[in-house]
């Protein structure tokens, strides 16, 4: 059941990453929460605890809906354009998102031989991990940089749970936390360049280095 | 002694013979052309008494087994792999000398001087035949040389043209570099074995440890007459401006030596380790792949066709890495289907490029440019012309029902074999290949309706004031295109040879996998499309007459002065794929479109360089140049001191040998 | 033997006879879907009854080509049709390596056609027949990446072989095997040039990509293309369909029913997606295909790793 989420996981990065459109972005994060949380979840099906059941609920509720409706809320706020703006072609992207996933799923399985890990939820996480970072190098807006540093941490989830089935959940909702704060400041700072540059592309900020 | 004289052999050194006497009337006879008749037909005789004996040769005998004869105190050799390139060579070698009849009547029509292109022709000829036949190394290292410098003589016919200055240059130095590498690759061997002769040279166990470097040693050095990948570079500047006939020959056999070459070097260091199987195999494909992307980027018809040399030769290696994996990891079934696979697309590749070559050469002839874009509606002045180009389109873009499929299918077929065999990772990466390869094929239709649409369909986008084909012409693309026709539609006979080559010294086991496959059905299928297709036309026709047919202008969307230039162009067909791999392909294009009420003359360009060439291969040139002029000096003084240089050389040559010891 | 023989010539006229009514049923779906009543099921059969009987009209520029493309363009693609099972009938042509030989034999049929398109010297043609050469070269790994997944995972190479080999019984070989059929339909809507990346029913030129390959045909011409462009169709649709018959219960009966349910679901696939989605910009085609492809790697990726 993992794997088949996991592979559903993978699907959605793929989708992102020949979507051309902001809003594309905003529906993949939702979906990938979503699978998250159940991901997570299902583990207490057998064992249920009040305890453990606390961090899926807030994985869900953080999100699939308090940061893409912030998300949403900032695109509506600052009127942001809807394309997504990327410096390479979508197509060599996607060719680029491929070969990488390819290397990955070799590489995690030859690790799998090893140590004792599931290789599907391993390398998809890893995969997000390493598709977040694309996102980052080759699109121009920061909006989008927003969504590909959350698919990153994504992944860095699924990952976490592929190694060890029970972090410390304390870690978890830290890490949740500190997202959290990030897409916050991070709004601000579109607030701020928005009324300061009247732009929104990343190109604006290396203005600002002297 | 015996053994040289039975009546085959004597055959055989007849048809030598006779090919080199066609050199002889060039002490007595002054006319041009009456010296290249007669030459030429005494040539082609010496030809096809070659070939008769080349098939009355225990290869194409309905016995099992191929003898393995030695001749002449063990320096000329007889064996199933020489043998089956022999047959290629002088297979190709035919078409392309009754080619000649038309082709050189029109540089003589030009007053120009063709003696020594006819001498360097008949050199090349019977040197390449050499190659494959030498079983001692400096009989083999002599005719390579001879072939390469002959072929360079012949390539500077139309000397007085600044691009054939060029593109012979870089053949020349590409020459010059093979023969380098394998004059090392033998003399090692040499080393190894204490043996001049090809037939002793087997890397025995104990001295493994020089494996990969004579493998690399030969897969550079064959590989660059091959035209691999990285290596290519020569091909797409030599092959234009070479003479149609030589080019011809250049593209169906000598680069053929190559895939020789390697396939000898698999004899002389079996068993192979898997690690150079893969590295056979990467190269090739990405031959293939980006082979016949450039291909699809050029105007230039023979360049454009060199570049799809450069696609088959890939495919051709991918037969032969799947043929390694077998021997590497002892499965008899996937060596037949792999080495089968590359040497009958070594035959059929022979067949369609120098076929699609000649068609070329009659094209540009008489349109005086080899530029596609001004071609168009050719079908119309020669239509058998088309039909034959075609043929070697449709064969050479590997689709049914012509030859071209068979050798693909075999390749297909040792993947599957491969996948089925070696478990674990193989299905996966067997398949990325399997797709790359059905890539190709994808490209190659593109590329291939292509030039075939825009040189011969449509209307004349340039003029053609008078259109000029010749019997001979039409005697050599004829014969060719047969042959393609009849390797596909029956590939038996042609199967069973190729698994008698393989059968003498290629496999640790007999396999049936080759010939086990089910050829009769290919056969069946082919003949029942042509002859229902066959059907279906006449019914249509009778259709046609009983509701009516008539001809009328092509619909121009309401606009009605519509001239040739409107039709869709080369560039235009292509440029949809050559963006893909714009840097890759060093693509580039320039638009100039002019706006306002009256607006004046547009332009538009696309240019595609070979990345190698440009990035690699120049600027390594360029480096060179500057170390060289470094050193000039040197050259400048006076004679006197040349000999202290002799002295110097001489005396460090002394110490490193007696050190040596 | 004879038997077989039998079953596989009843199979190619099943194909032969039903594929344009399955194009009039999703033309019908279609219709029903966007509220409209829509023609009837048997549209396609008047259409290609009206085609057959009208004048044909070559272009002035045309050659030969244009007289043999539509032959040959029906005949391989009835060729190709004899190659697929129907029900758990084998068809009448099935040997080790035919799946190589299917590809193939559509690249002929589609070679033709690009050279029949260009024979006409207009850029209309010219410009659907690039396309055509374009989109179809990005769609061949997809094929390979599906039914050849398949086939190199169980070490067949006959497409009945294949299909035959389908097993249920392993989780994750059903998800193997659906999302292999994602897959296939993306590949099936690219090849018969339904919505998203072709439009049908559309007659602008610059829009087209099939359609525009044979604007300057008419009569029996015409027809064979049309007929044949209806074959293809369905041929794709078998190619789907195949992939959930439980080959383990082998009665002709179910397989039949089967056949007929999964028709019918498909073409109500086809049709809803034609009807939520609209076409895709030309530039973004390969992309969608390239997506296509990229479903095939992770999915075998996937399967090869959880073994």
Redesign the interface.
């Known amino acids: 059941m993992e794997n088949v989420l996991s592979i559903l996981f993978c699907l959605s990065l793929f989708y992102v990453s020949i979507s051309s459109r902001v809003k594309g972005y905003v529906t993949v994060l939702q979906l990938q929460g979503l699978l998250l949380s159940v991901i997570i979840v299902i583990p207490f099906i057998y064992d249920f605890s009040i305890f453990g059941i606390i961090l899926p609920v807030t994985l869900l509720v953080v999100k699939v809906f308090l940061i893409p409706k912030y998300i949403k809320k900032i695109i509506l706020d600052l009127d942001i354009k809807r394309m997504i703006e990327p410096t390479i072609q979508q197509f060599t992207f996607l060719l680029l998102v491929i070969v990488s996933m390819v290397v990955i799923f070799v590489v995690s399985n030859i690790l799998s031989q090893r140590t004792e890990l599931n290789v599907i939820p391993f390398a998809s996480g890893f995969s997000a991990i390493v598709i977040g970072i694309y996102i980052i190098m080759f699109r121009k807006k920061l909006i989008v940089h927003v969504a590909g540093f959350l698919i990153l941490e994504n992944g860095i989830f699924l990952f976490g749970t592929a190694v060890a089935s029970e972090l410390p959940m304390m870690i978890e909702l830290g890490i949740l936390l500190d997202v959290f704060v990030v897409v916050f400041l991070m709004g601000i700072a579109l607030n701020n360049i928005s009324s300061t540059l009247k732009g929104f592309d990343v190109t604006a900020l290396g203005r600002l280095k002297d | 002694m015996n053994g040289l004289l039975n009546s085959g052999n004597v055959l055989f050194i007849a048809a030598f013979v006779i090919q080199l006497s066609a050199l002889i009337p060039v002490a007595f006879i002054r006319s041009e052309r009456k010296f290249f008749l007669t030459s030429n037909i005494i040539l082609l005789i010496g030809l096809v008494i070659g070939l008769i004996s080349t098939l009355s040769s225990s290869l194409f005998s309905s016995s099992q087994l191929i003898n393995d004869t030695l001749l002449f105190d063990n320096w000329i050799r007889l064996d199933g792999l020489g043998l089956f390139f022999l047959f290629i060579i002088q297979l190709v070698a035919i078409p392309t000398t009754i080619f000649n009849f038309s082709y050189l009547q029109h540089y003589i029509d030009q007053e120009r001087p063709i003696k020594s292109f006819v001498i360097s022709y008949t050199v090349l000829l019977v040197s390449t035949q050499f190659i494959v036949i030498a079983n001692q190394a400096i009989l083999f290292l002599v005719s390579w040389e001879v072939m390469s410098m002959s072929a360079y003589l012949g390539m500077i016919l139309e000397r007085e043209k600044e691009e054939v200055h060029k593109g012979s240059f870089y053949y020349l130095v590409a020459s010059h570099v093979i023969v380098f590498v394998i004059y090392i690759f033998f003399f090692l061997l040499h080393h190894q074995t204490n043996s001049w002769f090809l037939s002793d040279y087997h890397v025995s166990l104990t001295l493994r440890n020089t494996l990969p470097i004579l493998f690399i040693l030969s897969f550079i050095g064959f590989g660059i007459k091959a035209g691999f990948m990285p290596f290519h570079f020569w091909l797409p500047q030599a092959h234009p401006i070479a003479p149609t006939v030589l080019s011809a020959f250049l593209s169906g056999v000598i680069i053929k030596t190559g895939i020789y070459g390697i396939l000898r070097t698999f004899q002389f260091l079996n068993p192979i380790p898997e690690w150079c199987g893969w590295v056979v195999l990467v190269i090739s494909i990405l031959s293939a792949i980006f082979g016949v992307w450039y291909a699809l980027a050029q105007h230039d018809i023979k360049r454009l066709l060199a570049y799809h040399s450069v696609e088959n030769i890939g495919i051709i290696g991918i037969g032969i890495g799947i043929g390694f994996i077998g021997s590497a990891n002892k499965i008899p079934a996937l060596e037949v289907l792999g080495f089968g696979g590359a040497l009958l697309h070594t035959l059929n590749h022979a067949i369609f490029k120098s076929l699609l070559f000649l068609g070329s050469g009659v094209i540009s002839n008489n349109l005086g440019t080899r530029n596609i874009e001004l071609m168009g509606g050719i079908v119309h002045r020669a239509k058998y012309l088309a039909i034959f180009f075609l043929i070697g389109s449709v064969a050479i873009s590997g689709i049914p029902p012509f030859n071209g499929f068979v050798s693909e299918f075999i390749i297909y077929n040792g993947f599957f074999q491969a996948a089925k065999e070696l478990k674990n990772y193989y299905p996966f990466i067997m398949l990325i290949f399997v797709v790359g390869l059905a890539f190709v094929g994808g490209l190659a239709v593109a590329c291939f309706t292509k030039i075939n649409s825009i040189i011969f369909l449509g209307t004349e986008r340039k003029e053609i004031k008078h259109f000029h084909t010749s019997v001979y012409d039409y005697i050599s693309l004829g014969i060719l295109s047969l042959l393609c026709i009849a390797i596909g539609f029956y590939p038996r006979i042609f199967i069973g040879i190729v698994n008698k080559v393989i059968g003498s010294g290629f496999v640790s086991a007999d396999s049936s996998a080759l010939i086990g496959m089910n050829w009769l059905s290919l056969t069946l299928i082919f003949s029942a499309i042509l002859l229902s297709a066959v059907v279906l036309y006449f019914v249509k026709v009778k259709i046609q007459k009983k509701y009516g047919r008539r001809t009328s202008a092509t619909w121009g969307c309401g606009y009605e002065n519509i001239t040739p230039r409107m039709q869709y162009t080369a560039s235009s067909f292509a440029d949809e794929l050559n963006i893909i791999p714009k840097t890759i392909l060093v693509y580039h294009k320039k638009v100039e479109i002019s706006k306002g009420a009256f607006p004046k003359q547009t332009a538009f360009e696309s240019h595609s360089q070979d990345f190698v060439d440009n990035k690699i291969v120049l600027p390594l040139y360029g480096f060179l140049k500057k170390i060289i002029s470094k050193i000039e000096f040197l050259s400048q003084t006076d004679i006197r001191y040349y000999i202290g240089f002799i002295l110097i050389i001489i005396t460090v040559y002394g110490i490193i040998a007696f050190l040596w010891k | 033997m004879e038997i077989e023989i039998l079953q596989g010539i009843i199979s190619l006229l099943i194909i032969l006879g039903f594929s344009p009514l399955f194009a009039g049923l999703i033309n019908k779906l279609k219709a029903v879907l966007t509220g409209r009543i829509g023609a009837p099921v048997w549209q396609p059969y008047y259409d290609l009854k009206r085609l ?14 244009s ?2 493309s ?3 363009n ?3 693609v ?2 190709a049709a004899t190659m697929l099972p129907i029900g758990f009938w084998k068809p009448l ?1 099935s ?3 035919d799946i ?2 299917f ?3 559509l ?2 049929a ?2 033709i056609q ?2 029949a398109a ?10 659907g ?3 055509e ?2 989109f ?3 769609a ?2 997809i ?3 599906t039914l ?2 398949v ?3 169980s ?1 067949l ?1 006959s497409i009945y072989d294949i299909y035959y080999s389908i097993q249920l019984n392993n989780i ?1 070989y059903i ?1 193997f095997i659906v ?1 292999c059929s994602i897959s296939a339909f993306l590949l099936a809507v690219t090849e018969c040039s339904r919505m998203p990346v072709d439009d049908p029913n559309t007659h602008l ?1 610059l829009t087209m990509i099939h359609e525009v390959m044979i ?2 045909n008419s ?3 015409l027809f ?1 293309y049309q007929y044949s462009g209806y074959i293809k169709l369905f041929i794709y649709a078998i190619l789907e369909i195949s992939f959930f018959y439980p080959f383990s219960a082998q009665s002709y009966l179910v397989g039949v029913m089967i056949f007929v349910i999964g028709s019918f679901i498909l073409a109500l696939t086809l049709a809803t997606v034609e009807t939520i989605t609209s076409r895709f910009k030309m530039k ?1 085609i ?3 295909l ?2 296509a ?3 095939g ?6 399967y ?3 073994k």
């Open positions: 057959f009987k009208k004048e044909t009209i070559n272009a002035t520029v045309s050659s030969f080509v007289r043999i539509p032959v040959i029906f005949v391989t009835a060729v042509i040997f080790n390596g190589i030989l590809a193939y034999i690249g002929l589609r070679f690009i050279l260009m024979d006409i010297g207009s850029s209309f043609e010219g410009m027949a690039a396309r050469a374009t179809a070269l990005f061949e790994p094929f390979f990446f050849g997944s086939a190199f995972i070490g190479s994750s998800v999302i030129e604007l300057d009569g029996i011409d064979l973004n390969p992309q969608y390239l997506f492809t990229a479903i790697i992770l999915n075998l990726l996937i090869t790793f959880t």
